[in-house]
Protein backbone atom coordinates (compact mmCIF):
# COMPACT_ATOMS: atom_id res chain seq x y z
CA UNK A 1 0.00 0.00 0.00
CA UNK A 2 1.14 3.46 -0.81
CA UNK A 3 2.08 6.38 1.81
CA UNK A 4 -0.95 8.08 0.51
CA UNK A 5 -3.17 4.86 1.08
CA UNK A 6 -2.16 4.33 4.26
CA UNK A 7 -3.33 7.81 5.32
CA UNK A 8 -6.41 7.86 3.28
CA UNK A 9 -7.47 4.37 4.10
CA UNK A 10 -8.40 4.72 7.64
CA UNK A 11 -10.74 7.66 7.07
CA UNK A 12 -12.32 6.26 4.37
CA UNK A 13 -13.27 2.76 6.01
CA UNK A 14 -15.12 5.25 8.79
CA UNK A 15 -17.29 6.61 6.27
CA UNK A 16 -17.54 3.49 5.02
CA UNK A 17 -18.52 2.41 8.51
CA UNK A 18 -21.38 5.14 8.48
CA UNK A 19 -22.60 4.36 5.13
CA UNK A 20 -23.44 0.93 6.15
CA UNK A 21 -25.50 1.71 9.07
CA UNK A 22 -27.52 3.49 6.54
CA UNK A 23 -27.91 0.92 4.35
CA UNK A 24 -28.46 -1.72 6.99
CA UNK A 25 -31.54 0.80 8.24
CA UNK A 26 -33.02 0.81 4.69
CA UNK A 27 -32.83 -3.04 3.98
CA UNK A 28 -34.56 -3.45 7.37
CA UNK A 29 -37.35 -1.07 6.86
CA UNK A 30 -37.70 -2.51 2.58
CA UNK A 31 -40.59 -5.57 2.88
CA UNK A 32 -38.28 -8.62 3.39
CA UNK A 33 -39.11 -10.03 -0.02
CA UNK A 34 -37.73 -7.28 -1.77
CA UNK A 35 -34.69 -6.27 0.52
CA UNK A 36 -31.53 -6.78 -0.94
CA UNK A 37 -27.80 -5.66 -0.96
CA UNK A 38 -26.58 -4.36 -3.60
CA UNK A 39 -22.89 -4.74 -5.22
CA UNK A 40 -21.27 -1.20 -3.44
CA UNK A 41 -23.06 -1.64 -0.10
CA UNK A 42 -21.24 -4.95 0.09
CA UNK A 43 -17.95 -4.03 -0.35
CA UNK A 44 -18.66 -0.95 2.24
CA UNK A 45 -19.42 -3.47 4.38
CA UNK A 46 -16.23 -5.51 4.06
CA UNK A 47 -14.51 -2.83 4.32
CA UNK A 48 -15.48 -1.33 7.40
CA UNK A 49 -14.88 -4.72 8.92
CA UNK A 50 -11.41 -3.79 8.75
CA UNK A 51 -11.61 -1.60 10.92
CA UNK A 52 -11.55 -4.33 14.15
CA UNK A 53 -13.27 -7.83 14.22
CA UNK A 54 -15.94 -6.64 16.24
CA UNK A 55 -17.29 -3.50 13.71
CA UNK A 56 -19.72 -5.53 11.85
CA UNK A 57 -20.90 -6.44 15.61
CA UNK A 58 -21.61 -2.48 16.30
CA UNK A 59 -22.90 -1.83 13.34
CA UNK A 60 -25.26 -4.66 13.70
CA UNK A 61 -25.90 -3.00 17.63
CA UNK A 62 -26.45 0.13 15.88
CA UNK A 63 -28.32 -0.62 13.04
CA UNK A 64 -30.96 -2.62 14.23
CA UNK A 65 -33.20 -1.35 16.58
CA UNK A 66 -36.10 -3.13 16.15
CA UNK A 67 -35.09 -6.77 14.40
CA UNK A 68 -36.83 -8.83 12.28
CA UNK A 69 -35.08 -12.06 13.84
CA UNK A 70 -36.33 -13.95 17.15
CA UNK A 71 -34.52 -15.51 19.91
CA UNK A 72 -36.00 -18.61 21.12
CA UNK A 73 -37.77 -19.15 25.01
CA UNK A 74 -35.85 -21.08 27.83
CA UNK A 75 -38.76 -23.73 27.70
CA UNK A 76 -38.05 -23.86 23.47
CA UNK A 77 -34.03 -23.84 24.02
CA UNK A 78 -34.75 -27.18 26.97
CA UNK A 79 -36.53 -29.32 24.33
CA UNK A 80 -33.04 -29.38 21.92
CA UNK A 81 -32.25 -32.36 20.73
CA UNK A 82 -28.73 -32.12 20.40
CA UNK A 83 -27.71 -29.36 23.16
CA UNK A 84 -27.63 -30.13 27.02
CA UNK A 85 -29.23 -27.13 28.13
CA UNK A 86 -26.80 -26.90 31.15
CA UNK A 87 -23.86 -26.27 28.40
CA UNK A 88 -25.21 -22.93 26.61
CA UNK A 89 -23.73 -20.78 29.12
CA UNK A 90 -20.30 -22.02 29.16
CA UNK A 91 -20.58 -22.20 25.43
CA UNK A 92 -21.71 -18.58 25.57
CA UNK A 93 -18.32 -17.77 27.71
CA UNK A 94 -16.66 -19.99 25.91
CA UNK A 95 -17.30 -18.08 22.78
CA UNK A 96 -16.24 -14.81 24.25
CA UNK A 97 -13.21 -15.72 25.69
CA UNK A 98 -11.74 -17.85 22.59
CA UNK A 99 -14.05 -17.37 19.61
CA UNK A 100 -14.47 -21.27 19.60
CA UNK A 101 -16.09 -24.05 21.69
CA UNK A 102 -16.52 -28.19 21.36
CA UNK A 103 -19.78 -28.99 22.66
CA UNK A 104 -18.93 -32.04 25.53
CA UNK A 105 -22.03 -34.20 23.73
CA UNK A 106 -21.72 -35.67 20.27
CA UNK A 107 -24.54 -36.36 17.69
CA UNK A 108 -25.70 -40.08 17.82
CA UNK A 109 -23.76 -42.36 15.81
CA UNK A 110 -27.09 -43.51 14.00
CA UNK A 111 -28.02 -39.75 13.46
CA UNK A 112 -24.41 -39.12 11.91
CA UNK A 113 -24.91 -42.40 9.83
CA UNK A 114 -27.50 -41.41 8.04
CA UNK A 115 -26.94 -37.33 7.79
CA UNK A 116 -23.52 -39.01 6.15
CA UNK A 117 -25.19 -41.58 3.87
CA UNK A 118 -28.05 -38.09 2.45
CA UNK A 119 -24.23 -36.24 2.04
CA UNK A 120 -23.16 -39.53 -0.54
CA UNK A 121 -26.56 -39.71 -2.41
CA UNK A 122 -27.48 -36.08 -3.20
CA UNK A 123 -26.06 -34.05 -5.70
CA UNK A 124 -22.20 -32.19 -5.19
CA UNK A 125 -20.84 -29.56 -7.26
CA UNK A 126 -17.37 -29.62 -7.37
CA UNK A 127 -15.60 -26.35 -6.69
CA UNK A 128 -13.41 -25.56 -10.23
CA UNK A 129 -14.76 -27.46 -12.63
CA UNK A 130 -17.47 -26.80 -15.10
CA UNK A 131 -19.56 -30.03 -14.71
CA UNK A 132 -22.89 -30.49 -13.62
CA UNK A 133 -23.84 -31.91 -10.14
CA UNK A 134 -23.18 -35.45 -8.85
CA UNK A 135 -23.52 -37.43 -6.05
CA UNK A 136 -19.61 -36.98 -4.70
CA UNK A 137 -17.18 -39.40 -5.99
CA UNK A 138 -15.68 -41.07 -3.24
CA UNK A 139 -13.72 -43.19 -4.54
CA UNK A 140 -11.94 -40.83 -7.04
CA UNK A 141 -12.67 -37.42 -6.03
CA UNK A 142 -11.19 -34.99 -8.73
CA UNK A 143 -11.07 -31.84 -6.83
CA UNK A 144 -10.31 -30.45 -3.21
CA UNK A 145 -13.91 -29.50 -2.38
CA UNK A 146 -17.54 -30.81 -3.24
CA UNK A 147 -20.62 -28.21 -1.91
CA UNK A 148 -24.03 -29.56 -1.77
CA UNK A 149 -27.02 -26.99 -2.38
CA UNK A 150 -29.29 -25.87 0.31
CA UNK A 151 -31.88 -27.85 -1.24
CA UNK A 152 -30.30 -30.72 -1.59
CA UNK A 153 -28.62 -30.89 2.03
CA UNK A 154 -32.00 -30.08 3.82
CA UNK A 155 -33.21 -33.09 2.00
CA UNK A 156 -31.91 -34.99 4.93
CA UNK A 157 -34.44 -34.80 7.78
CA UNK A 158 -31.67 -35.49 10.56
CA UNK A 159 -30.20 -32.35 9.15
CA UNK A 160 -33.09 -29.86 8.64
CA UNK A 161 -33.53 -31.29 12.46
CA UNK A 162 -30.26 -30.01 13.98
CA UNK A 163 -30.29 -26.58 11.57
CA UNK A 164 -33.32 -25.73 13.34
CA UNK A 165 -32.20 -26.48 17.08
CA UNK A 166 -33.33 -23.78 19.32
CA UNK A 167 -29.97 -24.35 21.63
CA UNK A 168 -27.94 -23.33 18.99
CA UNK A 169 -30.09 -20.15 17.97
CA UNK A 170 -30.16 -19.49 21.71
CA UNK A 171 -26.59 -19.88 22.04
CA UNK A 172 -26.38 -17.65 19.02
CA UNK A 173 -28.75 -14.86 20.30
CA UNK A 174 -27.13 -15.01 23.24
CA UNK A 175 -23.33 -14.30 22.40
CA UNK A 176 -24.28 -11.84 19.67
CA UNK A 177 -26.41 -9.77 21.91
CA UNK A 178 -29.21 -9.86 19.51
CA UNK A 179 -32.31 -11.80 17.82
CA UNK A 180 -31.44 -13.99 14.98
CA UNK A 181 -32.02 -15.50 11.69
CA UNK A 182 -30.71 -19.06 10.93
CA UNK A 183 -29.33 -17.51 7.10
CA UNK A 184 -27.74 -19.80 5.86
CA UNK A 185 -26.66 -23.99 5.75
CA UNK A 186 -23.95 -25.68 3.89
CA UNK A 187 -22.65 -28.93 3.26
CA UNK A 188 -19.42 -29.78 1.85
CA UNK A 189 -16.30 -32.66 1.45
CA UNK A 190 -13.10 -32.13 1.28
CA UNK A 191 -10.84 -34.13 -0.39
CA UNK A 192 -6.99 -35.07 -0.88
CA UNK A 193 -7.18 -33.32 -4.13
CA UNK A 194 -6.82 -29.55 -5.26
CA UNK A 195 -4.20 -28.51 -2.42
CA UNK A 196 -3.04 -26.21 -5.34
CA UNK A 197 -6.09 -24.95 -4.82
CA UNK A 198 -5.95 -23.89 -0.84
CA UNK A 199 -7.33 -20.50 -1.60
CA UNK A 200 -10.48 -21.32 -3.64
CA UNK A 201 -10.73 -24.51 -0.64
CA UNK A 202 -10.72 -22.14 2.20
CA UNK A 203 -7.43 -24.03 2.92
CA UNK A 204 -5.54 -20.77 4.06
CA UNK A 205 -6.77 -18.04 7.01
CA UNK A 206 -9.03 -15.84 6.50
CA UNK A 207 -12.34 -14.38 8.41
CA UNK A 208 -15.53 -14.65 6.89
CA UNK A 209 -17.22 -11.01 6.15
CA UNK A 210 -20.55 -12.25 4.26
CA UNK A 211 -22.98 -10.64 7.37
CA UNK A 212 -22.51 -8.22 9.74
CA UNK A 213 -22.80 -10.13 12.95
CA UNK A 214 -23.35 -14.14 12.71
CA UNK A 215 -22.05 -17.05 14.16
CA UNK A 216 -21.50 -20.75 12.87
CA UNK A 217 -22.00 -24.18 13.78
CA UNK A 218 -19.80 -26.91 12.56
CA UNK A 219 -20.87 -30.17 12.97
CA UNK A 220 -18.51 -33.24 11.79
CA UNK A 221 -20.17 -36.09 9.92
CA UNK A 222 -16.78 -38.07 9.51
CA UNK A 223 -13.93 -38.58 11.77
CA UNK A 224 -11.33 -35.97 11.80
CA UNK A 225 -7.54 -36.51 12.66
CA UNK A 226 -4.79 -34.60 11.86
CA UNK A 227 -4.43 -35.95 8.18
CA UNK A 228 -8.43 -35.20 7.43
CA UNK A 229 -8.13 -31.64 7.26
CA UNK A 230 -9.27 -30.37 10.41
CA UNK A 231 -11.09 -27.37 10.89
CA UNK A 232 -8.10 -25.35 12.18
CA UNK A 233 -8.98 -21.53 14.23
CA UNK A 234 -6.86 -18.93 15.39
CA UNK A 235 -7.96 -18.33 19.17
CA UNK A 236 -8.80 -14.99 20.19
CA UNK A 237 -8.50 -13.47 16.85
CA UNK A 238 -12.53 -12.74 17.01
CA UNK A 239 -11.54 -10.24 19.57
CA UNK A 240 -8.01 -8.49 18.61
CA UNK A 241 -6.45 -8.88 15.52
CA UNK A 242 -2.93 -7.11 14.64
CA UNK A 243 -2.68 -3.81 11.89
CA UNK A 244 -1.08 -6.16 9.61
CA UNK A 245 -3.95 -8.81 9.62
CA UNK A 246 -6.68 -6.66 9.70
CA UNK A 247 -7.49 -7.04 6.29
CA UNK A 248 -9.82 -8.80 3.94
CA UNK A 249 -8.49 -12.19 1.93
CA UNK A 250 -6.37 -15.11 2.45
CA UNK A 251 -3.08 -15.27 4.83
CA UNK A 252 -0.44 -18.18 5.01
CA UNK A 253 0.51 -19.76 7.92
CA UNK A 254 3.53 -18.39 7.38
CA UNK A 255 1.91 -14.87 8.34
CA UNK A 256 0.17 -16.43 11.02
CA UNK A 257 3.98 -16.57 12.31
CA UNK A 258 5.32 -13.65 11.86
CA UNK A 259 2.78 -11.80 13.81
CA UNK A 260 3.56 -14.26 16.65
CA UNK A 261 0.21 -15.93 16.73
CA UNK A 262 1.27 -19.11 16.03
CA UNK A 263 0.50 -20.66 20.01
CA UNK A 264 -2.87 -19.61 19.01
CA UNK A 265 -3.57 -21.95 16.35
CA UNK A 266 -6.23 -24.66 17.45
CA UNK A 267 -6.35 -27.77 14.82
CA UNK A 268 -10.01 -29.22 15.92
CA UNK A 269 -9.69 -32.83 15.49
CA UNK A 270 -12.34 -35.31 16.58
CA UNK A 271 -14.87 -38.05 15.97
CA UNK A 272 -17.75 -38.25 13.97
CA UNK A 273 -20.58 -36.48 15.55
CA UNK A 274 -18.51 -34.08 17.19
CA UNK A 275 -19.75 -30.22 16.74
CA UNK A 276 -18.48 -26.99 17.84
CA UNK A 277 -19.78 -23.33 17.93
CA UNK A 278 -16.99 -20.66 15.97
CA UNK A 279 -17.21 -16.90 15.55
CA UNK A 280 -15.65 -16.86 12.33
CA UNK A 281 -15.02 -13.52 12.36
CA UNK A 282 -11.81 -14.87 13.09
CA UNK A 283 -9.24 -16.23 11.70
CA UNK A 284 -9.84 -20.01 10.50
CA UNK A 285 -9.07 -22.52 7.92
CA UNK A 286 -9.85 -25.88 6.48
CA UNK A 287 -7.04 -27.81 5.91
CA UNK A 288 -5.94 -30.01 2.60
CA UNK A 289 -6.82 -33.74 3.74
CA UNK A 290 -3.89 -35.59 3.13
CA UNK A 291 -5.13 -39.14 3.80
CA UNK A 292 -8.92 -39.08 3.82
CA UNK A 293 -11.71 -36.55 2.94
CA UNK A 294 -14.05 -34.98 5.18
CA UNK A 295 -17.42 -33.86 5.74
CA UNK A 296 -18.97 -30.94 7.40
CA UNK A 297 -22.38 -29.44 8.06
CA UNK A 298 -22.54 -25.90 9.19
CA UNK A 299 -25.16 -23.77 10.25
CA UNK A 300 -25.22 -20.42 10.61
CA UNK A 301 -27.44 -17.35 12.94
CA UNK A 302 -26.98 -13.99 11.79
CA UNK A 303 -28.83 -10.46 13.16
CA UNK A 304 -29.60 -9.63 9.95
CA UNK A 305 -29.72 -10.91 6.03
CA UNK A 306 -28.04 -7.78 5.02
CA UNK A 307 -25.45 -8.63 3.35
CA UNK A 308 -24.68 -11.57 0.53
CA UNK A 309 -27.41 -12.91 -0.74
CA UNK A 310 -29.92 -15.06 0.40
CA UNK A 311 -31.52 -18.50 -0.48
CA UNK A 312 -34.50 -19.89 -0.05
CA UNK A 313 -34.81 -23.66 0.43
CA UNK A 314 -37.33 -25.63 -0.73
CA UNK A 315 -37.54 -28.90 0.68
CA UNK A 316 -39.84 -31.39 2.33
CA UNK A 317 -40.13 -30.28 5.94
CA UNK A 318 -39.55 -33.21 8.81
CA UNK A 319 -41.96 -33.51 11.23
CA UNK A 320 -39.77 -31.69 14.07
CA UNK A 321 -38.94 -29.17 11.52
CA UNK A 322 -42.46 -28.45 10.75
CA UNK A 323 -42.66 -27.72 15.34
CA UNK A 324 -39.78 -25.50 14.68
CA UNK A 325 -40.93 -23.43 11.81
CA UNK A 326 -44.57 -23.05 14.03
CA UNK A 327 -42.16 -21.80 17.13
CA UNK A 328 -39.64 -19.92 15.37
CA UNK A 329 -41.14 -18.58 12.43
CA UNK A 330 -38.63 -15.27 12.43
CA UNK A 331 -35.70 -17.66 13.08
CA UNK A 332 -36.68 -19.61 10.33
CA UNK A 333 -38.12 -17.21 7.95
CA UNK A 334 -35.54 -18.12 5.11
CA UNK A 335 -37.71 -21.73 5.13
CA UNK A 336 -41.23 -20.25 4.33
CA UNK A 337 -41.45 -21.62 1.07
CA UNK A 338 -40.83 -25.21 1.80
CA UNK A 339 -44.51 -24.27 4.17
CA UNK A 340 -46.26 -22.76 1.57
CA UNK A 341 -48.63 -24.62 -1.21
CA UNK A 342 -47.04 -24.29 -4.57
CA UNK A 343 -50.14 -22.11 -6.14
CA UNK A 344 -52.44 -24.64 -8.51
CA UNK A 345 -51.96 -24.53 -12.32
O1 LIG B 1 -13.47 -26.38 5.63
C1 LIG B 1 -13.28 -25.76 6.68
O2 LIG B 1 -12.98 -26.29 7.75
C2 LIG B 1 -13.40 -24.25 6.67
C3 LIG B 1 -14.21 -23.75 5.53
C4 LIG B 1 -14.26 -22.27 5.48
O3 LIG B 1 -13.67 -21.57 6.25
C5 LIG B 1 -15.06 -21.64 4.43
O4 LIG B 1 -15.73 -22.33 3.65
O5 LIG B 1 -15.05 -20.38 4.37
Known amino acids: MSEGNRLVEPLLRRIRYSKTIKAVQRFEQQPPEHARTGGQEFYDMRSAMDISPSTGKAISRRALRSSRGGIP ?37 DVVTRMRESALAVPATARGLDAPPAPFPRSDPQVGRYDISENDTMASPEMQDYCSDPALAMIAARY ?21 DAAMNAWLF ?5 RLSFLKFFCYLT ?10 VVRG ?4 LPRELA ?9 IRSVGLWDRVIELTAPAGTFMAVDTVGLHKG ?26 PVFTPSALATE ?22
Not at 225 to 231: E, T, V
Request: some cysteine; proline content about 7%.
Open 73 to 109: TDEQARTSTFVDYSEIDACVQGLRRDGVYVFQRALPS
Open 176 to 196: LGQPVIQDQTALWWTTTKGAE
Open 206 to 210: HQDRD
Open 223 to 232: DVGPANGPHT
Open 237 to 240: THER
Open 247 to 255: TDGRKDDEL
Open 287 to 312: QPPVEADRCVLQVEFATSLFGAPVDY
Open 324 to 345: RYRQMPQILQRWRGAFTEPSAG
